[in-house]
T-cell receptor, first 113, second 112 residues
Framework: LAKTTQPISMDSYEGQEVNITCSHN???????ITWYQQFPSQGPRFIIQ???TKVTNEVASLFIPADRKSSTLSLPRVSLSDTAVYYC??????????????FGSGTQLTVLP | DADVTQTPRNRITKTGKRIMLECSQT?????MYWYRQDPGLGLRLIYY???????NKGEISDGYSVSRQAQAKFSLSLESAIPNQTALYFC???????????FGPGTRLLVL
């Protein structure tokens, strides 16, 4: 299993850029890296996904170095509503065994006014 | 996401009782998953199904069973509930060829 390690918590202020790093030393060749956001009492919600280099969408960017042993989720100019738990998920599910999917323990991001 | 529904949303039961949690989806996705989440921990995979006739054990399947009655329905059963199965349970779906999973709102289960 490609286990993941994330910081337990992070604090930031409104308007700042936040970077959350996930370590996944045992990532397999075909594994994708996916980040989810979860608010209290809700199911996780997809944010962004990547395989290598950089991916950007309307809400975040994902940076993956060449060795793919880590990844960094970047949230530009956070607001209070970005306060949530962020999960890094590494694994192969679309064509392989979902048993390999591993959610980390997540990072609690708190955005302060 | 209203396309993935879970019933009940909350349930209290007693040790030794059989209980079923249900998940329905209108997305037409073939893949469905059951996870549990404990306080301060991430999601752990219980069972998953890639098709109606396909059932697979996840990381923590002991004490649980599932049924995929149709493409749109995936039920999780606790044959004899025990207190350490108290948790938040999530169902998720996934379209073919994509890595993204879509989660339901969750079922909060308390086993006394």
């Amino acid at each position: 299993l490609a286990k993941t390690t994330q910081p337990i918590s992070m604090d930031s202020y409104e308007g700042q850029e936040v970077n959350i790093t996930c370590s996944h030393n045992n990532i397999a060749t075909n594994d994708y890296i996916t980040w989810y956001q979860q608010f209290p009492s809700q199911g996780p919600r997809f944010i962004i996904q990547g395989y290598k280099t950089k991916v950007t969408n309307e809400v975040a960017s994902l940076f993956i170095p060449a060795d793919r042993k880590s990844s960094t989720l970047s949230l530009p100019r956070v607001s209070l509503s970005d306060t949530a738990v962020y999960y890094c998920l590494v694994g192969l599910s679309s064509s392989g065994s979902a048993r390999q999917l591993t959610f980390g323990s997540g990072t609690q991001l708190t955005v302060l006014p | 996401d209203a396309d993935v529904t879970q019933t009940p949303r909350n349930r209290i039961t007693k040790t030794g009782k059989r209980i079923m949690l249900e998940c329905s989806q209108t997305k037409g996705h073939d893949r469905m998953y059951w996870y549990r989440q404990d306080p301060g921990l991430g999601l752990r995979l219980i069972y998953y199904s890639f098709d109606v006739k396909d059932i697979n054990k996840g990381e923590i399947s002991d004490g649980y069973s599932v049924s995929r009655q149709a493409q749109a329905k995936f039920s999780l059963s606790l044959e004899s509930a025990i207190p350490n199965q108290t948790a938040l349970y999530f169902c998720a779906t996934q379209p073919p060829g994509q890595e993204t999973q879509y989660f339901g709102p969750g079922t909060r289960l308390l086993v006394l």
